[in-house]
């Protein structure tokens, strides 16, 4: 007779069908300890290997941690204290890694300031944040300079010098971090309660959001993932090279490349700036052991031409976040290159949260299974509050260590995207009776053309089956009859004669008739984040002024 905790196990495992596939294999439980004591024993496991490259600098494991002390007995020195916080404005660079773990060492908070932002979105982050300090480029620095009047900012430190050289008050990096011969004092972190960064989201659904993150929340995902990916850490040679390109002021790059790359002891191959020419010729010269990126950067690398000659085989392990990379590119990718792209998911309020695994292989198109430790569900679009059955679309909501405390200083925000503990991502997903997730597109994205829903991502995935399309997107534009109609952004391969009307009949043959876009526009370009996700709400908007519809007015456009 069964034991009614056996069917206990039964009905949840009914619930949770990724269960299975990992079995006991793996563990749920996160990493402890704070930011400080996870650098600390990267350090006393591999003292003497290379930790960070750039150009010919090279930092070792060892030489790390004496700088963050350094930078974080500088940074206690002028004045900055437990729970401050410390804007990072900086591209992928040494000068980050120092001043993140400098920041995390003091007990102070890190503000994650996308370089590119400009003068209204700057005011705004150090205004909401207090940020008192920040590190930055040179080439940000009269950025910075120019909002610090209207914002809280006291200290500029400069990574650089720049062109008109620094104003007095401000200081160089290497001066700052060699201005006091103290030491940083003891600290002490709780990690589950103590910030270690507020995550801007970046506005994409009106007012950029602060995540509130904890020395936790960031570390809560990185060994389950590490352990899904990852079959055998032997296999992989000590101190292998990893490609850092994907920012670290994102929490793709934050948790997938930094904190990933040093849990494993490797050398992280600090890359400022996507530029396609830079990396092919890294992977060619380095063979390096992992590539993270997002779907525009695999877009680029499998465009590039003779990409085969480059050595991609030779890479261990692509991983890929931020935004799907479109289906028939993950099966050319690894037809080519004999690596499969392994795709997985998070956000700003807690990353990472699924990925593909060894376990299973590759599903192409799908984001995998949740990490051990984390539990999603698929739920009404409606109301938020009914489970949906397999294979439904609904809103993803998900509960873990990665999960954030909250948005900061909005208590109003926080109570409407955690409930229960609960976070809910504004994702459209579906999962499948195995318990892998696939997303079909962003709640607020979603077109609603004369009362029938159309996911974009259904559209933009035919799109990526014409030979001639390298790029293409899916909006919803005004139209006084339908609602809203399809329209679609595409970049076409260069010389190409491919015509609207081409497009379009193709679509008809793969689409019912009112997902089938109606117009087109070709581009040489679209507009891309700092993290080369691909903008659809900037499109969208511009659709919006054309009508006469005033910014966010009617449907809002989302995404993460």
């Given at each position: 007779?069964?034991?009614?905790?056996?069917?206990?196990?039964?009905?949840?495992?009914?619930?949770?069908?990724?269960?299975?596939?990992?079995?006991?294999?793996?563990?749920?439980?996160?990493?402890?300890?704070?930011?400080?004591?996870?650098?600390?024993?990267?350090?006393?496991?591999?003292?003497?290997?290379?930790?960070?490259?750039?150009?010919?600098?090279?930092?070792?494991?060892?030489?790390?941690?004496?700088?963050?002390?350094?930078?974080?007995?500088?940074?206690?020195?002028?004045?900055?204290?437990?729970?401050?916080?410390?804007?990072?404005?900086?591209?992928?660079?040494?000068?980050?890694?120092?001043?993140?773990?400098?920041?995390?060492?003091?007990?102070?908070?890190?503000?994650?300031?996308?370089?590119?932002?400009?003068?209204?979105?700057l005011t705004h982050i150090f205004d909401n944040s207090g940020t008192e300090t920040v590190i930055v480029h040179s080439m940000m620095y009269e950025k910075?300079?120019?909002?610090?009047?209207?914002?809280?900012l006291k200290r500029i430190i400069c990574v650089g010098i720049p062109e008109g050289g620094l104003k007095e008050g401000d200081a160089s990096f290497d001066e700052f971090m060699h201005s006091t011969t103290g030491s940083a004092p003891e600290v002490e972190i709780d990690p589950k309660k103590d910030l270690s960064s507020i995550q801007y989201t970046g506005g994409t659904t009106g007012i950029s959001k602060g995540a509130m993150l904890t020395h936790a929340n960031l570390l809560g995902g990185v060994k389950q993932t590490m352990d899904l990916l990852i079959e055998d850490p032997a296999a992989f040679p000590e101190n292998g090279k990893v490609v850092a390109v994907a920012p670290f002021f994102h929490i793709f790059g934050m948790t997938m490349v930094l904190l990933f790359g040093l849990r494993m002891g490797w050398n992280l191959l600090t890359v400022p700036r996507f530029q396609p020419d830079v990396v092919m010729e890294m992977i060619r010269d380095e063979e390096?052991?992992?590539?993270?990126?997002?779907?525009?950067?695999?877009?680029?690398?499998?465009?590039?031409?003779?990409?085969?000659?480059y050595g991609l085989d030779k890479v261990m392990l692509y991983t890929s976040g931020g935004a799907s990379v479109p289906l028939g590119l993950l099966r050319s990718f690894e037809r080519r290159t004999g690596r499969a792209i392994w795709e997985g998911y998070g956000l700003s309020e807690g990353a990472p949260a699924t990925f593909n695994t060894y376990l299973r292989g590759s599903v192409g198109g799908s984001i995998g299974v949740p990490i051990p430790g984390t539990d999603v569900k698929i739920m009404d679009i409606e109301t938020g509050e009914e489970e949906m059955p397999a294979?439904?679309?609904?809103?993803?909501?998900?509960?873990?260590?990665?999960?954030?405390?909250?948005?900061?200083?909005?208590?109003?925000?926080?109570?409407?995207?955690?409930?229960?503990?609960?976070?809910?991502?504004?994702?459209?997903?579906?999962?499948?009776?195995?318990?892998?997730?696939?997303?079909?597109?962003?709640?607020?994205?979603?077109?609603?053309?004369?009362?029938?829903?159309?996911?974009?991502?259904?559209?933009?995935?035919?799109?990526?089956?014409?030979?001639?399309?390298?790029?293409?997107?899916?909006?919803?534009?005004?139209?006084?009859?339908?609602?809203?109609?399809?329209?679609?952004?595409?970049?076409?391969?260069?010389?190409?004669p491919l015509a609207e009307e081409e497009l379009i009949s193709f679509c008809k043959d793969k689409l019912a008739p009112y997902k089938v876009p109606r117009l087109v526009e070709f581009r040489d370009e679209l507009p891309k984040s700092a993290v080369g996700k691909l903008l659809k709400r900037v499109l969208a908007e511009e659709e919006r002024k054309k009508a006469g519809l005033a910014p966010g007015e009617g449907k809002g456009v989302g995404g993460r």
């Open positions: 007779m069964r034991s009614k905790q056996a069917e206990v196990v039964n009905m949840l495992d009914a619930k949770k069908p990724w269960l299975s596939i990992y079995g006991d294999r793996l563990s749920g439980e996160p990493l402890g300890g704070s930011l400080t004591e996870f650098l600390e024993e990267a350090v006393e496991k591999y003292r003497n290997n290379t930790a960070l490259t750039q150009g010919e600098q090279e930092i070792s494991y060892g030489e790390l941690l004496d700088m963050t002390e350094s930078f974080a007995a500088a940074l206690q020195e002028a004045g900055v204290h437990k729970g401050d916080r410390v804007g990072l404005m900086l591209p992928n660079c040494p000068e980050y890694v120092v001043a993140f773990f400098g920041t995390m060492r003091l007990g102070a908070t890190a503000t994650q300031v996308n370089p590119i932002y400009v003068g209204r979105e910075a300079k120019a909002v610090q009047e209207d914002t809280p390096p052991v992992m590539l993270p990126g997002v779907a525009t950067l695999f877009v680029a690398l499998h465009n590039y031409p003779e990409m085969e000659s294979g439904e679309p609904g809103e993803l909501i998900l509960k873990g260590p990665q999960v954030m405390r909250g948005y900061w200083q909005m208590p109003e925000e926080t109570a409407n995207t955690l409930r229960e503990g609960w976070l809910y991502t504004g994702d459209i997903a579906r999962m499948d009776d195995d318990g892998y997730l696939y997303i079909v597109d962003r709640k607020k994205e979603v077109i609603n053309t004369s009362g029938f829903k159309v996911y974009p991502r259904e559209v933009e995935e035919v799109l990526y089956e014409h030979p001639e399309v390298v790029e293409g997107v899916a909006v919803g534009v005004p139209d006084e009859y339908r609602g809203e109609t399809v329209k679609v952004f595409v970049v076409k391969k260069e010389g190409s």
